[in-house]
C-alpha cells in the first residue's frame, strides 16, 4: 500500500473510532451530537457575525480569550490563530502586545477579506499576515510558533485529534496553547442553554449558534480528545457556563524532558 494511501485510512479509522466512541458513551441525558460543515464560507455567515448586539457580545467574548491568551506566559514571539475567521482576536492582540507577529489562517476566502479590512482600520496589519489554510493540515513548519490559539473551530473539524496535533507540532516546545470551543449541554438543560447563552443573537446568527453548540463537544469527550492526542501539559478546563477548552503555558526557559 502507497504511504499516502495508509495514512489516509489510518486517519479515516481514527475518526470513525471516534465516533463510534461518542455514540456509545451516549447516556439518556446526554445531547447526541451532530456535527457542523468545516467551513463558514458565505458572505451571509460574515454579516451575521458583524450584526449589532451579536457583535457586541462577541468582542466580549474575544476579549476574554485575548486575556487567557496573555496569561500564558509568552511576552513576545511569533503567534497562530487557527480558523481566524474575521480576524478579531488577532486584531485585539496585536492593539495590546505589539512585540506579537501574529499569522492567522482559514479557510473561508470570505472571512479573511473582512479580517483584512478590519486589520487595515484598525493600523494593525502589517503585524497580522493572513493566510488560507486548512486547520488538518496547517502550513508552517514544526516548531514555529511562541503561541498557537484556536477559537471555536473544534466542533467544525472533521478529525479533532489531528487539529489538536497540528497545533501542537508547529508550536515550539517550550510554547504555549490554548483551545476554546462551545460546550454541548445535556438533554435536561438544552434549551435553557440555548435560551440563555443564545439571547444575544437573532436571525442568520442566531441560527448558526444554536447548530454549533449541538455540534459542540462535552467535557468528558474534550477530556478523550486530548488523551488521544497525546500532546503533553495540556490541560482542560472549564471557561465559563457555555465554553470548554484547553491550554498549556509556556515553560520557556525550563529543560524540557527528552
Known sequence: MKPGVLKSAIRNNRVLKAELQTKANVGILDLRRVPEPEAMAGEEDVEAYASGIALRHLEALDEEFVDRALSLGVDSGLVLDVGTGPGQIPIKLALRNPSFIIHAIDISDAMLRKAALDAGQWGVDMRILLN?????????????????LCNSVLHHASDPVRLIREMARVCKPSGALLLRDLRRPNRLICRFHLRRHGKFYEGKMKELFEASVRSAYTLRELRELVCDSQVPRLKTVCMGAAHIGFQRRSNCGLRIAD
Open 132 to 148: 488560507r489554510g486548512d486547520a488538518k493540515d496547517i502550513p508552517y513548519e514544526p516548531a514555529t510558533f511562541d503561541l498557537v
